[in-house]
């Protein structure tokens, strides 16, 4: 499908430390400094800056969230507006800056934890020279990167930091993690069911990492380095006796408040049915849409739980709402579809007799028959011009989720358990009623409407995602669905738009996952960093938390992020930038997720980390896991590629990025202008290459509005989704139904073999034509191929295409341009990159190298060898 770009909201926070003329103090001579003093005049953070893009933001009214009296932070600052700077220059350490905020193979592994910490004695503290000196907790001479722990939900760029600043914060490489806080933990984490110690300065949770005197029960904060006291229950006779308690034995846990502390707790089988689904459907299709559509839909209601309370709204030029109060007869009441609906119209229809929003195991059959019911537009108008109040079916949908609570004051509206869920099927653009723009983009009034159709939108996601409620619009077809006037529903309210070819197979699978996925709601992550760390950029989905309460620590420089939802598809990609040199021999960063779980349990996970800092260079970039440096890097990137324009831009900056690299980490290669890029990042400037030629900055995709889609799915996504959109993964069908993951290099494409390429949001089969030839193996090897591809993506959102075809054949083209065309390599270069070749006889390589058809595009070594750098030996 062809739309027009869409928009995506940014929002950026520098958290700059104060005193920045006191060093941090040495670990060894100074473990406890005293607290830093206090001027009420001079805040020690200045004001987090929000920036959006092109959708200017109302005020946001103040969400409810957790009371101070359970730990949120408050004062909140009010942003700034600002406009996205410009390209990046890698020349020297860049200054906090505002920088806009969004929203495997081989995987990294997780930053490691201490399982067993060595905890202090029980013998008082020692004064010098006025600051408190306690043992160290956790030995300084164990390495962190050596001890393994199980964190999926927090992925750091490198296992150490740098002690220089100048070294630290070479921009073209930064430093920076990526957090998931709905990843699902394998097994779960500790649950603990009592109210947390908190540091009564800056905030930050009591955890492993904390110095603690057993006489006392004090406990010394890693944030900080403030000294709190635990009101007696740290007190313990031996220090092993410390480690029942669950903060202070594993680095993630989870504070849980459930029903005996909230009267409003919904029990756990009944939670699931106080979120339903409101499907709201596009009744403008024509006969071929409409045929793949009623399949895709009979599936969809087939496949969700019997005790989930579905709805059904038609939307063309009225809105239909389908009534479940009559067993054997599907009947709707219909509204007006050229403007809002008044509330006395939501008022009898959410009062009146009718049925609307009915369990799936006693409508089901009725569901039925609505899908079945469905015709095909009658009129003889084109897909683009015909009417559709999609804004206004929305607020019908909106309206039914409230139920009768819409008549109830805000402040005891029931609190439903998780995020309830609309669902928008679209086959064509918002032409009618709210929100709507004109058929015609020559309309004269068109850029006046659809400035106040973006508000408008907003304006309504907002408003769903305060009464929990998600809007997700799966979009199919061939008409152009307008992308920048729905996509500010959907952000706005937590949701995702994702455009199909069609309403077949994986709109289907779409529709499916879209409605099961878990949810969680009133989203909160809260980032604190020790040792004059701070955070420069924030992009994912989400925006700076406004929090209108009194102060309840007076130190809290924690930066404090909304999370419109909660979900395991998500991720925040944060940039970070060290204020001065280090002196201590480790730095901690401690994230706090809340939110409230489908059961209507309320969620505080606390996850801290602990990096050792080093001086050699080597050492730190050893540590550095090349994936999650490319998905930060392509997050940033991706981030400033608003349009075409932008995109070949950030091309140029990815060039400049890896020479950049290249000197300030690599080596000079002797009686040479040529830089050797680092042999400890083999796999980064192959995934860097990967993504300016990819579908996110090349020109892969054939528009560019497709382009724009993939961009803002991918600001969002997921590491493992973002890598695999960053670069493809090849595997090769061998004999037995085996599978060989090769390098995503043309050379994969053999004529006897099938190869699988999975490139995130699509999926490719490739037969060659010896292969094909023989039925039998053939259709045996698809078979395979298929099976791998489900498996592969059996559990990711947006499902992917999985696209099959032959060596030779016009849509053979897709798959062909998406591996780096290693074939104009020399021989040993191809041997050394792509070592199965050295399996194939003479007369094989032969006729591989006679399959390729010679264009312009340069192969990774080429495009290495044209920015003066000599590419890593192969890993």
């Known amino acids: ?92 350490p860049v200054r906090p800056a505002a920088v806009p905020f969004r929203s495997s193979p081989a995987s990294p592994q997780p930053v490691p934890f201490s399982p067993s ?89 009591a955890n492993i990492y904390c110095r603690i005197l057993i006489g006392s029960g004090q406990w010394q904060c890693v944030i900080c380095r403030n000294l709190n006291g635990s009101g007696g229950e740290y007190i313990a006779p031996t220090k092993e006796d410390l480690l029942n308690f669950p903060e202070l034995s594993s680095p993630l846990v989870d504070y849980v408040q459930t029903g005996n502390k909230r009267p409003s707790f919904i029990p756990a089988s009944d939670s699931r049915m106080s979120a339903p689904i409101v499907l709201v459907i596009d009744e403008c299709l024509d006969e071929p849409h409409l045929q793949h559509f009623q399949s895709s839909l009979h599936a969809f209601v087939d496949s969700i739980p019997p005790t989930t309370r579905i709805g059904i709204i038609l939307y063309g030029r009225m809105v239909s709402v389908y009534d479940f109060s009559e067993e054997s007869v ?47 537009y009658k009129l003889n108008i084109p897909e683009a011009s015909r009417d559709r109040c999609l804004g206004t079916a929305v607020e019908v949908a909106l309206a039914l989720i409230q139920g009768p609570s819409a008549e109830m004051s805000r402040g005891v509206v029931k609190r439903v358990g998780g995020n309830s869920r609309i669902i928008v099927c679209a086959g064509g653009p918002n032409t009618y009623g709210p929100g709507s723009v004109p058929h015609s983009l020559s309309h004269p009034n068109y850029p ?75 989203g909160l992550l809260e980032i604190r960093c020790s040792d004059d760390i701070f955070i420069t950029q924030v992009v994912g989905p989400g925006d700076e938390a406004h929090i209108d309460t009194h102060e309840t620590f007076k130190n809290d420089n924690s930066l404090s992020i909304r999370m419109l939802s909660v979900e395991e598809t998500q991720c925040f990609s944060l940039s970070m930038e060290t204020k001065g040199d280090i002196k201590s021999d480790y730095v901690f960063f401690q994230f706090v997720i809340q939110y409230s779980n489908v059961y209507q ?50 091309q140029a900056t990815i060039d400049e990025r890896v020479k950049d690299i290249a000197i300030k980490f690599g080596l000079q290669v002797p009686k040479s202008k040529l830089y050797r890029f680092p042999k400890d990042l083999p796999l980064l400037p192959e995934l860097l290459f990967h993504l300016k030629r990819g579908p996110l900055l090349g020109s892969i995709v054939g528009h560019e509005d497709e382009r724009s889609v993939l961009r803002n799915l991918f600001l969002n996504a997921s590491f493992d989704l973002s890598l695999r959109m960053i670069a493809p993964r090849c595997l090769m069908h061998r004999e037995g139904g085996t599978f060989e993951e090769v390098p995503a290099y043309d050379l994969a494409m053999q004529s006897n073999t099938a190869v699988v390429l999975d490139h995130g949001t699509d999926v490719f089969i490739w037969l060659g034509a010896d292969l094909a030839a023989d039925e039998g193996k053939s259709a045996a090897a698809l078979a395979a191929c298929r099976t791998l591809a489900e498996e592969l993506t059996e ?81």
């Open 795 to 875: 559990l990711r959102f947006p499902a992917p295409r999985i696209l099959a075809f032959k060596e030779g054949s016009s849509q053979a083209r897709y798959f062909v341009s998406r591996l780096i065309p290693a074939h104009k390599d020399p021989p040993y270069e191809q041997e050394a990159r792509f070592p199965q070749l050295r399996s194939l006889t003479a007369e094989q390589r032969t006729k591989l190298k006679s399959s390729f058809l010679h264009f312009d595009d340069p192969s990774f070594c080429e495009w290495m060898q044209s920015l003066k750098v000599v590419p890593p030996e192969p890993s």
């Open 448 to 522: 006046h409407m659809e400035k106040t159709a973006l508000k408008w939108m907003e304006h309504l996601g907002r408003e769903a995602h305060r009464h929990n409620t998600v809007v997700d619009i799966l979009c199919a077809g061939t008409c152009p669905i307008r992308v920048p006037i729905l996509q500010p529903l959907a952000k706005a309210s937590g949701g995702v738009l994702v455009l199909h070819d069609d309403f077949g197979e994986a709109f289907g699978v779409n529709l499916q996952r879209a409605s099961t996925r878990a949810a969680g709601s009133h």
């Open 117 to 205: 910490p060595s905890l202090p004695t029980s013998s008082p503290p020692h004064f010098s020279n006025g600051s408190v000196e306690l043992p160290h907790q956790v030995s300084d001479s164990t390495d962190d990167s050596m001890r393994i722990g199980d964190s999926p939900c927090v992925l750091f760029l490198a296992h150490k930091v740098l002690k220089q600043m100048k070294q630290a914060n070479v921009p073209s490489l930064g430093f920076g993690a990526l957090v998931s806080p709905g990843r699902e933990i394998s097994p779960g984490p500790q649950i603990i069911q009592r109210d947390p110690h908190r540091c009564h300065n800056c905030g930050a949770y």
């Open 601 to 650: 349990a309320d969620i505080s996970r606390i996850i801290t980390v602990r990096l050792a800092t080093v001086n050699s260079m080597s050492a730190y970039l050893a540590s550095i896991q090349d994936e999650v440096a490319a998905v930060l890097i392509a997050k940033r990137t991706l981030l400033r590629a608003k349009n075409h324009s932008d995109a070949m831009d950030m």
């Open 330 to 376: 599907a009947s709707a009441d219909v509204l007006a579809g050229d403007k809002s609906p008044t509330k006395e119209s939501l008022k009898s229809l959410v009062l009146g007799t009718g049925i609307y929003l009915s369990p799936m195991h006693a409508s089901l059959k009725v569901a039925h028959d609505i899908f079945s019911s469905l015709r095909p």
């Open 1 to 92: 499908m062809a739309n027009p770009p869409q928009t995506s909201v940014s929002y950026s926070a520098t958290i700059i430390p104060s005193n920045t003329n006191t060093p941090s103090p040495n670990s060894e001579k100074s473990p406890i400094p005293p607290p830093p003093s206090i001027s009420p005049a001079a805040p020690r953070f200045p004001p987090p800056k929000l920036q959006q893009d092109q959708i200017p933001s109302p005020s946001l009214k103040t969400p409810n969230l957790l009371s101070p009296a359970n730990g949120v932070k408050s004062g909140s600052p009010l942003p700034h507006m600002s406009t996205p700077p410009g390209p990046p220059v890698f020349t020297s």
